[in-house]
């Protein structure tokens, strides 16, 4: 059930990367700002969480449109975007530790877990409303984020971006239009993720967000970098050793997903979803 | 009938490198030239830049009476001038089908031709493009580049890696998107390609033009054996 929340946590990071080669360090700070925006809604004007789901997706995307012009045509132009885009986001990243430090604190902030009412009985098994609300909702947008990208024409214009970006201009296609586009879907998604951040991984400060880009790279990187499908694919690898290791072997549950990752980049580089193809 | 493309004095600058320097030539609609040269004498660089790729860093172009030498490529495609690549740049991990999807989608032009059946391609429509041999991946970066409805259509080497049969047949399409009104610039090194396309080509070397003419009198022209064959010149 919580693989495809990873999905939703990796999604994001996939996007952004797959359509700019630029690796948004400042993925996971972007879910503790989403956490802390539905944590704040709440206590200050009772706004439920799922609510906060589409406000933060609205605000979040334009704000990482504004952050696309604000670095990224820059970035791309540059002889080595991916190594670059590296540094500025780790930078981007800190800044935005420190800001959310000044802002809330350094105390880990929580929702209560009861807040959607009691488990759900599902085929004789029980699940925990807390995390029943955070599969259905990463369900929806995983399922709404799917048919954007294959199914329709902006998604097709980001999807052709990704294969080939000169070929993509030699179509027509306006590649900052559609990359600010993706960027900001990418910021969007990993906003909502974050809200519901402490239900899953438990309590969020605002160092949480380094935990979290880590945690993004290991879903991509399992799935294949630059492929939607293979992110949830990472999601529920990274999930499902997560429950495994925290039910049978629980003081290991922490690394258990890193070690994956490392067997993975050391056997197939590509991701398990990645294949080769024949250039000409 | 005017020019429908006119490139006045069109210069491209890596460093202190000119890879175009000076570049002048006219188009009329319908009509196809080959551009033709030695090994980095500026031909890719040349469409590069009409096609939006480089800005060029002095010259106008001035194509069916718009001034383009400022556009970004996306729109330069939108306003119907397209191209094919040496290394065809199709998009791997889609169908040749979403390939030819996607051109569609975005043109702003009625193709003038199915490049579906114009390029007999339906027997690979439903391979990724990535699986494709270099024959069927140049063929489809044309389908592409065809599916936009292209006035102005720029083929880079594109009789390179073809079979004598597939070169033909490609001659033969050219020649037929000419007689339907589409201009072409075809930059090659096969000169009999060259040749059974036009009878007039511009030879470049070390970014500028060194003549314009047939291949018969090219052949015959000092310099552009000097620059071919090296050594003096005969």
Redesign the interface.
């Known amino acids: 059930m919580i693989g495809l929340f990873y999905a939703l946590v990796g999604l994001g990071l996939n996007l952004i990367f797959g359509v700019m080669k630029v690796v948004n360090l400042a993925h996971g700070d972007f879910l503790m700002l989403g956490a802390f925006g539905a944590y704040v809604s709440y206590q200050l004007w009772h706004i439920n969480p799922i609510v906060s789901v589409l406000i933060e997706f609205v605000v979040f995307a334009l704000l990482g449109m504004l952050i696309y012009f604000g670095f990224v045509p820059r970035l791309v132009q540059s002889k080595d975007p991916e190594m670059l885009s590296l540094i500025l986001f780790f930078g981007v990243s800190q800044v935005i530790e420190a800001l959310a430090t000044m802002a809330f604190g350094v105390n880990p902030v929580s929702f209560n877990v009861n807040m959607f009412g009691p488990s759900l009985e599902l085929f004789h098994q029980a699940y925990p409303s807390y995390l029943f609300v955070p599969f259905v909702v990463s369900l929806v947008l995983l399922a709404l984020m799917f048919f954007f990208i294959y199914k329709t024409?902006p998604g097709?214009?980001i999807?052709?971006i990704?294969?080939?970006r000169?070929?993509?201009?030699?179509?027509?296609?306006?590649?900052h239009r559609y990359s600010s586009l993706a960027f900001g879907i990418g910021i969007g998604l990993a906003a909502v993720a974050g809200v519901f951040a402490p239900f899953v991984v438990g309590g969020v400060d605002p160092t949480t967000g380094t935990d979290l880009t880590t945690i993004s790279f290991a879903i991509i990187v399992i799935g294949s970098l630059g492929?939607p499908i293979g992110t949830i694919f990472g999601g529920l690898v990274y999930g499902i050793s997560m429950m495994l290791m925290q039910t049978y072997l629980p003081s290991w549950a922490s690394i258990a997903p890193y070690v994956l990752l490392i067997l993975i980049l050391l056997i197939r580089p590509s991701g398990i979803l990645g294949?080769?193809?024949?250039?000409? | 009938m005017g020019a429908f493309l006119k490139v006045d004095q069109i210069s491209k600058r890596f460093g202190g490198f000119y890879a175009v320097n000076g570049l002048s030539f006219e188009l009329k609609q319908g009509e196809i030239l080959g551009l033709v040269g030695p090994n980095g004498s500026g031909k890719t660089t040349c469409i590069n830049v009409l096609?939006?790729?480089y800005a060029a860093d002095g010259g106008t172009v001035e194509f069916d009476g718009k001034m383009i030498h400022t556009m970004?490529?996306?729109k330069i495609?939108?306003i119907g001038i397209?191209?094919t690549?040496q290394?065809?740049?199709?998009?791997?991990?889609?169908t040749v089908k979403?390939n030819i999807?996607?051109?569609l989608?975005?043109?702003?032009h009625k193709p003038q031709v199915d490049p579906v059946e114009f390029l007999e391609l339906q027997g690979i429509m439903g391979r990724?493009a990535?699986?494709?041999?270099?024959a069927q991946?140049?063929t489809l970066d044309l389908a592409?580049?065809l599916a936009?409805g292209p006035k102005l259509l720029l083929v880079d080497e594109l009789a390179a890696?073809l079979n004598p049969e597939e070169t033909e047949s490609m001659t033969t399409k050219l020649l037929h998107l000419s007689e339907q009104g589409v201009s072409i610039i075809v930059v090659e090194h096969l000169l009999s390609f060259v040749h059974a396309l036009t009878k007039r080509v511009i030879v470049m070397n070390a970014g500028k033009q060194i003549f314009e003419g047939d291949l018969e009198s090219a052949s015959k022209d000092p310099l552009v054996n000097q620059v071919y064959l090296g050594g003096d010149a005969v």
């Open positions: 024409k097709t214009a999807r052709a990704m294969g080939s000169d070929e993509a201009a030699a179509n027509g296609i306006s590649i492929n294949r080769g193809v024949r250039h000409a | 096609s939006g790729i970004p490529s996306y495609s939108n397209n191209r690549y290394i065809p740049k199709c998009f791997h991990s889609l979403e999807d996607v051109a989608a975005h043109a702003k990724n990535g699986t494709l041999n270099t991946q140049k592409r580049a936009t890696g």
